[in-house]
Structures are given as structure tokens and as C-alpha cells.
């Protein structure tokens, strides 16, 4: 963008030449000229100092929508204090980072200018330079939020604080401050400190009302008190949630066998007695309001329980041996799918841990389950049937081809079919989990590469679309002019080098994606292929493969186990000098007279 010399910018303030500055404006690139020429006018009158308002006019045009963010900075001048706005103004750091978040997200723009001290803590006292721990958060909340806290107390609070630490990992993430790794761990920190605050106020209210929860004991034995947990389940189990996530929860406390205390009367005695169940239930819908109802300060995070044990139609809340009993007798697999990234949040984290454990069986098939890959690949092709015009796949990062979605659903297809046999599989996080499929031999170092680069890449963009209006929403921006900010917000100077990153991630992602329902992919064991690795055979994966696909075009189906084991046995006498396999089909040959 071509900048015009800041001595006729100087000119034309001094004069309060507004159309004159229009004029100067839409040269040096600014998309709304007259209404940026009215902000600098007024820049001008609150500052006092010309060659500083003519410097921040340099400084935006390098954001991602430059008229917005003098807009944003124009009204951040009437919330915050004008000694505070100036010591973050002179410094270059401070300019340029304010202004990153001013021109990027009116979401985060209206959090600073509703709440002047939020601008304070994150600019004067340096939080937009602190990462944060779920430890600290948590410990943070029970200092802002007292235990005797009532409904309404609590709800402004964890509000209030959502709202605050969305600023810090907002800023964090678009001014480059912090990896995408961080910004996801971060922010599911978030939601588990805030439900576990509203798990702990929430309980002292109900233990008021009914007493404590106790399980029922052997004569002679004290009553425990009954634990409740409070499952993550999706992204938020895997921390990976973004600026716009539901929170997928599943509520489950240890048994039926018990009634609280009740509350002793001196009229009538003792009272308000209830069952474990009844309680247990009530606890979970007071958290799911607390977290998920929107009111004036708007809502923590919105709660999504459909994921329970029978869905909507389901119980609030399940003791652990009900949830046994269901997932054992009609579990599905799309549910098996869903608990691979189940990870208790909230509450008693071990009993939680308890109720996993217990369900490993469901969860991780020691026996081969190649029906699972089916009903993943119908679930996939039910998303694409749904993405009813083809223009919407291609805007939608999530579930479109190459999208997230693809990369997640060849995670998991590998991880319950592998991971009964392998605990090293049973790893929650996506990236994680690619580079240990890696280390296993069941993904290549290229796919590995190719499918985490794509997932930093889709994730990131899917932020920066959300960070705007904290809506929830993958899909790309049709306006010309609202993808060219994005691709500013990522990175990019124009949107056509933004396109052709996004399509080559896709691309890799689709070649991979449909490669994993295959049978040669289906075949490859970690065994043999780190067998064949340590023989130097370049492509040990594909060499199983091969072996298998040979396999199943002579009908022998059944014996690919064998195949397998074939490869990893007699590799090194199909090994040439230099290093690759030199006869397959006399492997192939070998193995099928055994």
C-alpha cells in the first residue's frame, strides 16, 4: 500500500480537512476513506498530536481491516482512560499489538470498550504477554468467585471472567503470540475452570438445601459422601476447543445407593431428603445453567449433553454402574468413536478415571474391528450428502472435503482399531495422537506432515473466522472484501495466496482420507512395519499393503494376518543392496502356499 508523505497528512490535519483526507486516504488504501477521515479528525482532537495520529494510521494499514481499526481505537478513546491509551500508543509494541486486535475482531473490540480496566490488565500490566495454567484459572475464580456466592453472584462472575480471559488468549492468538497448541489448550482450560467453580458453588447451594449426598454403608461403617464427575467429550475432551465450541459433557456421579441428609427442622424435624439420583440430577442442571444460560453478561459456554447415555431422551445425570450397564448392552459405534476423546473435566476427575477404566472394553476392541471403518465412512458420507450444494463443502473447513473433520475421522478409524491391542494409541489430543500413530508405524512420516500441517493450518483459519463475532460458524466468508481480511488475519497479504494454501492442505488431506477405508490400509500392522523399518525398507506401511492387496486379488482373504507376519519374518531376504525390496511377488508366493 502506497503511503503519502506525512507531511501533507500533517497539512491536512492542522486544516481539518476532512475531505482532503478522504481523498489522501483512499490512495494510500483504505477501503472506507470517509469514515476513516472522520476517526483521524477525531483522533486528532483527543490526542492533540498530529504526528502520532498520522503514525497510527501507518500502523493500521498493516492490520487486517485498517478502516476498523481506527473505527475500534476511535471508540476505545471515549471507554478508556486517555493517560493509559497514550503509554500503550508511544510504544511501537503496544501500537501494534492493539491495533491487531482493533482491526481484527469486533468481538474483542467491544470487550475493551465495555470493560476499561480489562484494556489496563492486558496492555498495562502485561497479560497479553502471560499464558495461564487450568490451575491458575481455577485458583483465579475462587478468588473472584466466594464460596457463600449466590446464583446470581456466580453467574456475573464466570461471565465476567470468561470474558477477560477470551481478551488474553484472543490477542495472544491473532498477534502471533502464541501457537495454535496453546491457544486450544488454553481455552479448554477455561471451560474446565469454570465448571469446576460452578460444580463446587453449585454444590454448597444444593448441600444447604438437601444436605450431603451419602452412599449407603454396612452396619457400623460411616457413610461416604457420593462423587460426582463431569466428562469432557469431543474437542474439549482432546483440548482442543476453539473461540466458538459447545462443550460437549456427559454428567455421572458413583452410585444410586444412598439419599443426602436432608436438613434438620426444629418444627419438623428432618427434611428435604432425597434420593442420589434426584440430587445428582438437580446439580447437573444447575451447572448446565450456570455455564450455558445466556443472561446480561451473556453465556460461559454453550452446553451440549446430547452425547449422554440415550441423548436427549437420556437421564440428566447416570451413576457409574448405569452407565456400564448401558454402554455394554446398546452402545453404538458412533458412541465408542465419541468416548476416545472422553477425559473427566470437572468434579471428581478420579472417578472419572474410574468410569473410563471401566469402560475400556467398549471403547477398545482387542479383536479387529473392521466394521468400525465402515460405519465411519457412512457417517462421512452422511456429512457430505448434507453439505447439499457443492459450493458449501468448499466453504465449509470443517466438514467439507480436506476438511477438519476427514482428519479427525482417520484418527479414530486407526485408534479403535489398533488401540485395543496398543494403549499407546489411546491418545486424546489430534496432533498427538498423528505423531504417535507415527512412532507405531500405522501413518508415514509424509502423511503424518501432510495431516498436521493441514490440521494447524484448517484450525487456524477456523479461529480466525470465529474471533470475529464469536459466532459458530466454519465457513469460509463469501464477500470479497471479508476473505481478504481473513487471509490478513492469517497471515496472508491477499486472499488468492490464501486459496491456494487452504486447497493444497485440502488436497493432501482428501488423498489421505481416501486411502484409509481401503483394505491395503486396513492390513498394515505396527509390528511388521517397524519390522521392515528397521531393515531399511523406505515405505514399510505399503510394502504390508502390498502384500495384503496381492493377497485378497488371489482370494485369500483370510490369510492376510500371515502376510503380515510374513513380511516382518522373511524381510531381509527380500532386501537388495540398496536397501529396497527386490522381490514381492516372491513374498507373495512364499506366503501363499503357508
Not at 503514525?55 to 487486517?64: E, F, G, P, S, Y
Not at 482493533?102 to 470498550?113: D, K, N, R, V, Y
Not at 452396619?219 to 463431569?230: D, K, L, M, S, W
Request: glycine share 8%.
Amino acid at each position: 500500500m502506497f503511503f503519502a508523505g506525512d507531511q501533507i497528512w500533517l497539512e491536512l490535519l492542522k486544516a481539518d480537512d476532512e475531505k482532503g483526507l478522504a481523498e489522501t486516504a483512499a490512495a494510500s488504501g483504505f477501503g472506507e476513506p470517509g469514515r476513516t477521515a472522520a476517526n483521524l479528525c477525531l483522533l486528532h482532537e483527543t490526542f492533540a498530536e498530529p504526528q502520532l495520529v498520522i503514525d497510527l494510521a501507518k500502523q493500521a494499514l498493516t492490520t487486517a481491516d485498517p478502516d476498523l481499526a481506527l473505527n475500534n481505537l476511535e471508540r476505545l478513546c471515549t471507554a478508556v482512560d486517555k493517560s493509559d491509551l497514550t503509554i500503550v500508543l508511544v510504544d511501537d509494541s503496544g501500537t501494534r499489538q492493539l491495533l491487531t486486535v482493533l482491526g481484527a475482531s469486533p468481538f474483542l473490540s467491544g470487550i475493551l470498550c465495555r470493560r476499561a480496566s480489562f484494556f489496563a490488565g492486558l496492555f498495562r500490566k502485561g497479560q497479553i504477554n502471560q499464558s495461564k495454567t487450568e490451575q491458575q484459572m481455577c485458583a483465579e475464580l475462587r478468588q473472584m468467585i466466594g464460596d457463600d456466592a449466590d446464583t446470581a453472584e456466580m453467574k456475573k462472575g464466570l461471565r465476567t471472567y470468561k470474558a477477560e480471559e477470551m481478551l488474553r488468549i484472543g490477542a495472544r492468538d491473532l498477534c502471533g503470540m502464541a501457537e495454535l497448541e496453546e491457544v486450544t489448550a488454553e481455552l479448554s482450560a477455561l471451560a474446565a475452570a469454570t465448571l469446576q467453580r460452578a460444580f463446587e458453588v453449585c454444590s454448597r447451594q444444593l448441600q444447604k438445601e438437601y444436605g450431603a449426598p451419602l452412599l449407603d454403608s454396612a452396619a457400623g461403617e460411616p457413610n461416604r459422601e457420593a462423587e460426582f464427575t463431569i466428562l469432557g467429550m469431543g474437542k474439549f475432551g482432546g483440548c482442543e476447543l476453539n473461540f466458538s465450541s459447545d462443550i460437549d459433557l456427559i454428567y455421572f456421579y458413583s452410585s444410586d445407593r444412598g439419599k443426602t441428609t436432608g436438613i434438620e427442622d426444629p418444627a419438623r424435624g428432618q427434611r428435604n431428603q432425597i434420593s442420589l439420583h434426584q440430587y445428582f440430577v438437580r446439580l447437573s442442571e444447575m451447572i448446565t445453567r450456570a455455564i450455558g444460560q445466556a443472561t446480561e453478561d451473556g453465556f460461559v459456554f454453550r452446553v451440549d449433553l446430547r452425547l449422554r447415555p440415550e441423548g436427549n431422551s437420556g437421564e440428566m445425570a447416570n451413576s457409574l454402574a448405569a452407565g456400564e450397564i448401558y454402554y455394554e448392552s446398546w452402545g453404538q459405534s458412533w458412541e465408542r468413536s465419541a468416548m476416545l476423546k472422553a477425559r473427566p473435566v470437572a468434579g471428581s476427575k478420579a472417578l472419572g478415571e474410574q468410569l473410563l477404566e471401566r469402560l475400556d472394553p467398549f471403547i477398545y476392541r482387542r479383536h479387529l474391528d473392521y466394521a468400525m471403518i465402515d460405519d465411519i465412512k457412512v457417517m462421512k458420507q452422511k456429512i457430505d450428502r448434507n453439505l447439499s450444494r457443492e459450493k458449501e463443502g468448499e466453504l465449509n473447513l470443517k466438514l467439507g472435503q480436506g476438511g477438519i473433520r476427514e482428519i479427525e475421522f482417520f484418527i479414530q478409524a486407526l485408534q479403535l482399531i489398533n488401540a485395543g491391542k496398543n494403549p499407546s494409541l489411546r491418545e486424546r489430543n489430534s496432533l498427538k495422537a498423528l505423531q504417535v500413530l507415527c512412532d507405531e508405524g500405522l501413518v508415514t512420516v509424509e502423511e503424518r506432515d501432510d495431516l498436521s500441517a493441514a490440521y494447524r493450518f484448517l484450525r487456524t483459519t477456523e479461529h480466525r473466522i470465529q474471533v470475529v463475532h464469536e459466532q459458530q460458524t466454519h465457513n469460509l466468508p463469501v464477500r470479497p472484501e471479508e476473505l481478504t481480511a481473513l487471509a490478513r488475519r492469517c497471515g496472508f497479504t491477499e486472499s488468492d495466496s490464501f486459496m491456494v494454501a487452504l486447497q493444497d492442505h485440502r488436497s493432501k488431506v482428501t488423498e489421505v482420507f481416501r486411502g484409509s477405508f481401503t483394505p491395503a490400509r486396513r492390513s498394515c500392522r505396527p509390528r511388521s512395519a517397524r519390522r521392515l523399518r528397521s531393515f531399511s525398507i523406505p515405505t514399510p506401511s505399503r510394502t504390508c499393503a502390498w502384500t495384503f492387496s496381492k493377497r485378497k486379488a488371489s482370494g485369500h482373504r483370510k490369510r492376510h494376518t500371515k502376510a503380515c507376519w510374513f513380511c516382518a519374518r522373511e524381510a531381509p531376504r527380500g532386501i537388495s543392496r540398496n536397501g529396497h525390496a527386490a522381490d514381492l511377488t516372491g513374498l507373495h508366493r512364499y506366503s501363499s502356499r503357508r
